[in-house]
Structures are given as structure tokens and as C-alpha cells.
């Protein structure tokens, strides 16, 4: 399992009534789903476990301008193409990833690997050409 630097719990901050895409903004064409600004989870802490030592960690980082060191948990090689927009227009965020809101701690629990990716391009009857991921015009 990933050690993150922050205990950062999904589970936690989703009671809170926060949606995914709030933290996790899919700008532009929506390719990269992106991790969250440190203002953002500024807005809470800077009222909120003021006493932590791991807001305190947190808090240092949004003063530095600097982004949270988060471990990557799905990650695909350069050579592979992929849009988060595409796909949240035929399916969403649990299918890829599990149900995250109950989660304290994230690990990769569904796959992303090729035959993954495949199956679904089978059953969607959508392409499975060899460019479409891996040398898209
Ligand atoms: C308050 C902000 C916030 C909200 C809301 C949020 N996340 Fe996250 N998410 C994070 C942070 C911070 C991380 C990095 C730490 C970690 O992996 O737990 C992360 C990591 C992830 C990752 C792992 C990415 C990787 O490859 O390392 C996935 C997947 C994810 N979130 C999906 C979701 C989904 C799905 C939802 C809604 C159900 C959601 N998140 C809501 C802040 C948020
Ligand atoms: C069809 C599968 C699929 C769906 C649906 C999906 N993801 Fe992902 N997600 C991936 C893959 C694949 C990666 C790795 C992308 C890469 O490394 O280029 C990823 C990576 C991420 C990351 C790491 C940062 C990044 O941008 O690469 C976060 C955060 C994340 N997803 C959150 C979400 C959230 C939130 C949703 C729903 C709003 C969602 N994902 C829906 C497959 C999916
Ligand atoms: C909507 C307000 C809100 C936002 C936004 C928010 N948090 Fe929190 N967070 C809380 C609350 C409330 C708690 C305390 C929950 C509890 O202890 O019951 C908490 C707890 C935590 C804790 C545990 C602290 C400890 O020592 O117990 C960490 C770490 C944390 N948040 C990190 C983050 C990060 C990183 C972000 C931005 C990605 C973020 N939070 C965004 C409200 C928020
Ligand atoms: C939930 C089923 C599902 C999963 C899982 C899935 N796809 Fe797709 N994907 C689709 C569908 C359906 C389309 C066609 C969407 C359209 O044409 O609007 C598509 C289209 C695409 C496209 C072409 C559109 C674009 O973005 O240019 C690429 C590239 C792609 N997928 C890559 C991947 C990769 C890489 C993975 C695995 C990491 C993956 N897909 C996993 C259903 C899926
Ligand atoms: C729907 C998306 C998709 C399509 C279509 C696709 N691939 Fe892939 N391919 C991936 C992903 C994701 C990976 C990286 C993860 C993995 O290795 O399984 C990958 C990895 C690979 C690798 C590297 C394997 C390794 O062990 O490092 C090769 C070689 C490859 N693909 C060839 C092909 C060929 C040939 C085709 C056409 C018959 C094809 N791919 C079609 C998504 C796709």
C-alpha cells in the first residue's frame, strides 16, 4: 500500500457532501483528472485541526506554493492515450476506480491494463484499433 505523505481519507471528506470533480477539476480537454490545489484544502483547514500535525504539514505546502507530494496509484505509461472526459460521458468514476467514497485509503483496486481497457472497448462496441491508444492522430 502507498505511503501518502497526509492521511488524507476519501471516506472522511466525502461525508462532507464534496463532489469528486470539486477536487479533482479535469481541466481544459479533460484528459488528466488532476489532484487538488492546496487552497482548496485550504478553505476548510485553515479553521479546521489547525492543531494537526498534519494539517500543520498541509498548511506549510499551501504557504510554500508548493503541491503535495501525493504517491501516484493509476498510472499508465506515456505510450498509452487516455481521456478522463471521454469516458465520464459512458460511464463513471467507480467503474475505474472502485467505490472511493468509502475508501480511507486509496490503492489500485481495478485494473487498468490493457485486456481492461479492451473488454470495455468490446462490450461498449467501441474501437480497439492498436492507434487509438497508443498513436492517436
Ligand atoms: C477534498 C478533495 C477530494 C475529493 C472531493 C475527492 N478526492 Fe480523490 N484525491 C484527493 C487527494 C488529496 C488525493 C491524493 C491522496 C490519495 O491518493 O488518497 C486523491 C486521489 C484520488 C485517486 C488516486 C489517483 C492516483 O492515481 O494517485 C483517485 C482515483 C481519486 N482520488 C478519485 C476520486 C473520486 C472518484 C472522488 C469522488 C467519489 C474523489 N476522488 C473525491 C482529493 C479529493
Ligand atoms: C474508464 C476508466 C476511468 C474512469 C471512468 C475514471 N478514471 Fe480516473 N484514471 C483512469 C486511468 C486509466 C488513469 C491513469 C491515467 C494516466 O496515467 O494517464 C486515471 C487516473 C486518475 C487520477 C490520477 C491523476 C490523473 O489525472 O491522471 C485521478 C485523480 C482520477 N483518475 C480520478 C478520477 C475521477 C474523480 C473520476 C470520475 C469523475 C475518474 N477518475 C474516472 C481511468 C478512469
Ligand atoms: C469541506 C471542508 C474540508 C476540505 C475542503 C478539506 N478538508 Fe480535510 N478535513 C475536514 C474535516 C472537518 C476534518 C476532520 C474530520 C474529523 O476528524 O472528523 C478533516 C480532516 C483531515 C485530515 C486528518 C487530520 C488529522 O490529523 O486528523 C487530513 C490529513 C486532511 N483533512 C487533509 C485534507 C486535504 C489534503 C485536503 C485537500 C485535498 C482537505 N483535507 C480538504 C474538512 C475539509
Ligand atoms: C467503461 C468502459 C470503458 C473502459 C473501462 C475504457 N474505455 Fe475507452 N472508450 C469507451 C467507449 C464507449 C469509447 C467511445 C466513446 C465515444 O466514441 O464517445 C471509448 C473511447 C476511447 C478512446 C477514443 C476516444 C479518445 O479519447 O480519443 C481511447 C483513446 C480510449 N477509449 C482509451 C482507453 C484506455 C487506454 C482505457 C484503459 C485504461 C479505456 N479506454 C478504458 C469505453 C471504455
Ligand atoms: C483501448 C486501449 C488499447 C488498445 C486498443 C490497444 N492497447 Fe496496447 N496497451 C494499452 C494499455 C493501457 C497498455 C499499458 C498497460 C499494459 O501493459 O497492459 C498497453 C500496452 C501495450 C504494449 C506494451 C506491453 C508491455 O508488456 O509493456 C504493447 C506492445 C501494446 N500495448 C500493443 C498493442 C497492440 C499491438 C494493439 C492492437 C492490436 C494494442 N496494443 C491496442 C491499451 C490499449
New binding site residues.
Given amino acids: 500500500m502507498a505511503e501518502q505523505p497526509l492521511p488524507y481519507s476519501h471516506k472522511t471528506h466525502l461525508k462532507m457532501g464534496l463532489k469528486?470533480?470539486e477536487c479533482?477539476t479535469m481541466p481544459g480537454t479533460g484528459e488528466?483528472?488532476?489532484?487538488p490545489a492546496e487552497t482548496k484544502c485550504m478553505t476548510c483547514h485553515a479553521s479546521v485541526k489547525t492543531d494537526s500535525p498534519h494539517i500543520l504539514k498541509l498548511t506549510e505546502y499551501a504557504k510554500k506554493k508548493e503541491p503535495v507530494p501525493w504517491v501516484?496509484i493509476?498510472?499508465?505509461p506515456e505510450f498509452?492515450f487516455?481521456s478522463?472526459k471521454v469516458?465520464?460521458k459512458v460511464?463513471?468514476?467507480a467503474?475505474?476506480?472502485g467505490p472511493v467514497a468509502d475508501r480511507e485509503v486509496m490503492t489500485k483496486e481495478k485494473p487498468?491494463d490493457m485486456n481492461s481497457c479492451m473488454a470495455?472497448h468490446d462490450e461498449h462496441k467501441a474501437s480497439n484499433e492498436c492507434n487509438l491508444c497508443h498513436n492517436p492522430a
Avoid: M
Fill in positions: 469528486c470533480t479533482h488528466v483528472a488532476t489532484f501516484r493509476y498510472k499508465l498509452v487516455f478522463h469516458h465520464l460511464t463513471d468514476c467503474k475505474c476506480h487498468i470495455c
